[in-house]
């Protein structure tokens, strides 16, 4: 039962160099979330897709694209990274409904240097 | 924006107590969860609660949504080892367009 898969689990960029991270659920789940995770500022959402074909900024959009490939798959592409960007990186997903709990992804642990 | 306060930022206990950590909001929400983040690993949904004045419980733990609707608590029963972790609540507020806020977490600490 895999649920929300991430890949890479681990990456090390230089500055400026361009990353995308995969995320792929397999419980038909029609909303899809990216999240960072940062000492003491708890989970900021990146980019959300709230179903298949659109996507809407979150808190902190900057710096960051997303890709909605299909209903399974949400992609998470930095263009031209930066340190600040180093940080755990989570991806989550769930069924419709406004108040309907969202399920994790393991990370992805991304350093800049 | 809506804000969920938890704290203290880190609680210590010893194995075999129980523990209870509230979360706050001045704004109203529709549903509150409890999730548990193990080191290196994702947030896992604890509990989750859709009702004003809800208790659910969950083997050892019991968690309540405020009747006020800007509060809940998690209580942990006769705490062991494999509780250390970080705990955060969320909760959706209302309109078409809400999102889950997260609180900052609690990271909880059990001494054997």
């Known amino acids: 039962n895999a649920g929300v898969t991430q890949t890479p689990k681990f990456q090390v960029l230089k500055t400026g160099q361009s990353m995308t991270l995969q995320c792929a659920q397999d419980m038909n789940h029609n909303s899809m979330y990216w999240y960072r995770q940062d000492p003491g500022m708890g989970l900021r959402l990146i980019y959300y897709?709230?179903?298949?074909?659109?996507?809407d900024k979150g808190e902190v959009p900057n710096g960051y694209n997303v890709s909605r490939l299909n209903k399974r798959e949400f992609s998470l592409r930095l263009e031209s990274a930066a340190p600040s960007q180093t940080s755990v990186y989570f991806c989550?997903?769930?069924?419709?409904?406004?108040?309907?709990?969202?399920?994790f992804g393991d990370g992805t642990r991304l350093s800049i240097l | 924006g809506q804000q969920l306060n938890q704290s203290p930022q880190s609680m210590f206990i010893q194995e075999g107590e129980d523990v209870s950590m509230n979360c706050t909001s001045s704004s109203i929400f529709n549903t509150w969860l409890w999730y548990k983040q193990d080191p290196g690993e994702g947030p896992v949904l604890l509990i989750a609660l859709y009702k004003a004045g809800e208790l659910t419980s969950n083997g050892r733990l019991t968690a309540q949504f405020g009747i006020t609707r800007k509060d809940s608590f998690l209580n942990i029963s006769a705490s062991i080892p494999s509780d250390v972790g970080i705990y955060f609540c969320a909760g959706h507020t209302t309109g078409a367009n809400s999102k889950l806020t997260f609180g900052k977490g609690i990271t909880l600490s059990v001494r054997p």
């Open positions: 989550a997903s769930k069924v419709g409904g406004a108040n309907q709990p969202q399920h």
């Open positions: 897709s709230a179903s298949e074909g659109t996507t």
